[in-house]
């Protein structure tokens, strides 16, 4: 997704005219980049943080001839994803929309009662698998074809 994509997802999505939202969009990234810039890091809860990365000079070789070369030290940017973020990246369910927020904390049993949900949501979506995969193995062999392979199986265990 580009830049003009983005904007039309979120002019669609939130229901605002695409001007707006491209100047939503430029103010918000010219911010990042001046905080970036100044070593501020800039961190958005749920989403992850934009941090400086230092890089030293150091030798390096080219890769056409070989000789040595020395690169530059240089500044970059590093973003460490945040938990909502990862959770939402690694969960099968679409992501929360901005609106609904999160309790702050979740409560011990509130946290043992999601796991175990998800246990028995595993265990169930596993078991027809299982079932289906023991059906097929249990099955007796039909056919010339299938004793052939069978008895060509039993040979190569003998040798």
Known sequence: MN??????????DQGLPKREVEKALDGT???ITAAVRANDPVRITGFGTFK??????????????GAAVRIKAS?????????????NLNSKA????AAAKAPAKATKSAVSSASSTRTTARKATKAPAKAVRKAVSTRPALGR????????KAAARKR
Do not use: H, W, Y
């Open 75 to 87: 500044r970059g940017i590093a973003f460490s994803a945040g938990a909502t973020l990862k959770a």
């Open 29 to 31: 990234l010219d911010t």
């Open 3 to 12: 830049k003009t994509e983005l904007i039309e997802r979120v002019s669609n």
């Open 145 to 152: 074809a299938a004793k052939k392979t069978t008895a060509t």
């Open 52 to 65: 400086l990365r230092e890089r030293k000079a150091r030798p390096g070789r080219n890769p056409q001839t």
């Open 94 to 97: 679409a992501p929360k929309k």
